[in-house]
């Protein structure tokens, strides 16, 4: 009995160390630790205080290989809020690539992917009467990508090991139009443009807290965080009762990804309000 017992906890450890090292697990990795970690950052969510409930598709929505399986969620509010200079809350719903299966990590880091750096999901600003739109009521452009360029600055590729002083942002705006119905609501507005920024490409680090979700890249391109061109779209609307914008976004440096995306899952996604 002795023995069996041996054996078996050998068994156990061996798998314990294949899960957290073979490469074709690295999906399953990340969302032991994610699911976890965004179900902890939702406790004082916007969410939980007001009557508006957000709900996102995550990869599993197309049943391909393309996106993550679910959406995360990070509550940003005091890191915003000192970035800005403003007292608000931001809460942050974001999906990214699928892992490479062989290399056990996302193809946001694979300059060869049509994935590669995208992003999609939703921002929600509470507080600021009415972050991100002018006085007429349409989206401030200017305004609006601060969130972007918050997220994918402070948040990720700052945490990879880009220093701000080498960051590239530009967004030049293309397309504005009204959307009339979207996530199951009337009166949205929709502004497409064009970015320049840092891929998400680089030299892997010995450790950083990104890699429990994106995995640790094999090894990096030959220009680290070079920047890219990428297609931009905002989905946006105003809760004037409850004073939170509401900021859909997808980022692709492939135009068909985009709107793929777009079709088959941002488009699926629901807002409840209570009124």
């Known amino acids: 009995m002795k023995k069996k017992g041996i054996w078996m906890a050998v068994g156990i450890l061996?798998?314990?160390?294949?899960?957290?090292?073979?490469?074709?697990?690295?999906?399953?990795?990340?969302?032991?630790?994610?699911?976890?970690?965004?179900?902890?950052c939702q406790r004082d969510s916007i969410e939980s205080h007001t009557g508006m409930r957000l709900r996102i598709p995550g990869g599993m929505k197309t049943g391909e290989r393309d996106w993550y399986p679910m959406t995360l969620f990070y509550d940003a509010s005091e890191e915003f809020s000192s970035y800005i200079g403003e007292d608000v809350r931001l809460n942050i719903y974001y999906n990214f690539p699928a892992f490479d299966i062989w290399e056990g990590s996302s193809w946001l880091y694979d300059p060869d992917s049509p994935y590669y750096t995208s992003f999609y999901g939703a921002y929600l600003v509470e507080g600021g009467a009415?972050?991100?739109?002018d006085e007429e009521g349409k989206i401030d452009t200017e305004e609006a990508a601060q969130v972007i360029w918050f997220d994918l600055f402070?948040?990720?590729l700052d945490d990879f090991g880009l220093s701000e002083q080498d960051a590239v942002f530009a967004w030049e705006e293309e397309e504005r139009k009204e959307i009339p119905?979207?996530?199951?609501?009337?009166?949205?507005?929709?502004i497409d443009g064009r970015l320049e920024v840092n891929g998400a490409g680089h030299h892997p680090r010995d450790f950083c807290l990104s890699y429990l979700q994106y995995g640790k890249p094999a090894e990096g391109p030959a220009e680290a965080?070079?920047?890219?061109?990428?297609?931009?779209?905002?989905?946006?609307?105003?809760?004037?009762?409850?004073?939170?914008s509401l900021f859909f976004y997808i980022l692709s440096g492939d135009p068909t990804v985009l709107e793929d995306c777009d079709r088959r899952i941002l488009s699926h996604s629901q807002v409840i309000c209570a009124n």
């Open 14 to 40: 061996a798998g314990i160390v294949l899960f957290l090292i073979l490469p074709p697990l690295g999906t399953l990795r990340s969302m032991a630790v994610m699911s976890v970690y965004s179900a902890y």
């Open 130 to 133: 009415g972050f991100g739109f």
């Open 225 to 244: 965080f070079a920047p890219v061109r990428l297609q931009g779209r905002m989905i946006g609307r105003y809760f004037e009762e409850e004073d939170v």
């Open 154 to 156: 402070r948040l990720v």
């Open 181 to 190: 119905y979207y996530a199951n609501l009337e009166d949205w507005q929709q």
